[in-house]
C-alpha cells in the first residue's frame, strides 16, 4: 500500500470511530504496513489538517488517536449544543470529578466532606454515564467503595492519561467553568488513599458485582439523605 493510500485508510478509520482508536487496533487493520508506517502518517494527517486550519485536528486521547474539533471552536460548538438541548455535565457533576480525578481513588463520605454538600447522587448519575468506576474497597473499618475516573473522563476532556491532568488551579481552564476557590484549597489539602489501602476485584465479574452494590448503596443514600432533609425542615 503506498503512503497515499494509507494515509486516506486510516483517515477513513478515524472518521468512522466513536472513540480513540489505539496502535494495535490500526496495525490489526493493515497487513503489511508497520507500526512505524502508521505513527508516520499519522503525523503526517496532524500536520495536513492543522496546515489547513480547518474545523478538525488529529489528537491523542485516552491511549489512542481520533479527530476532534479545534479549540478555537469550541465557543461556537457549546452554543450550538445547548440549543440542541445536549445534556452537560452539571456543575456539581464537574465539581464531583475534580475531587475524584485529583484525588483517586476516592470514596463517596469523602467526597462529601471535601464538597461540604451530600455528594451521592452526582456520584450515582457519574457512574451511569461511564465518568467515573468503582475501583474497589478501602481496607477501613465498613470497607467503603472506592471511585476512580475512566476512559470516558479522558477522552470527554481530551486526556491521554490521568498524568496529563493540568494543575489543580487548572482545572477550571479544562472544564470551561470557574473552580470555588474553597473547593480548590479543600481538595488539595484532602489526604490521599495509599495503594496498599486498596482492595481492588480480582475478576470482571466481581468489578461488575462491585459497580452494581455502588450503585444500589448510593441509591440508598441518596434516599435517606432525602428523608433526613424532610426531617430537619418539619
Known sequence: MSENELRAALEAILFVSNEPVSLDD????FDRDGREAILAQ????????????????????????RLATRPEHDAVLKKYYAQKGQNRLTIAALETLAIIAYRQPITAPEISEIRGVNSTQTIRTLLERRMVRVAGRKNVVGSPFLYRTTKDFLVHFGLNDVRDLPRLEEFGDLIGESMNEDLVAAIAEAPQ??????????????EAANEAA???ELAREEVQSGIDESARQE
Do not use: H
Open 26 to 29: 490500526l496495525a490489526g487493520a
Open 42 to 65: 499519522l503525523d503526517e494527517i496532524k500536520r495536513m489538517l492543522d496546515a489547513n486550519v480547518g474545523g478538525f485536528t488529529l489528537e491523542q486521547a485516552a491511549g489512542g488517536w
Open 193 to 206: 488513599t495509599s495503594e496498599s489501602d486498596v482492595s481492588e476485584p480480582a475478576t470482571s465479574e466481581e
Open 214 to 216: 455502588a450503585l444500589d
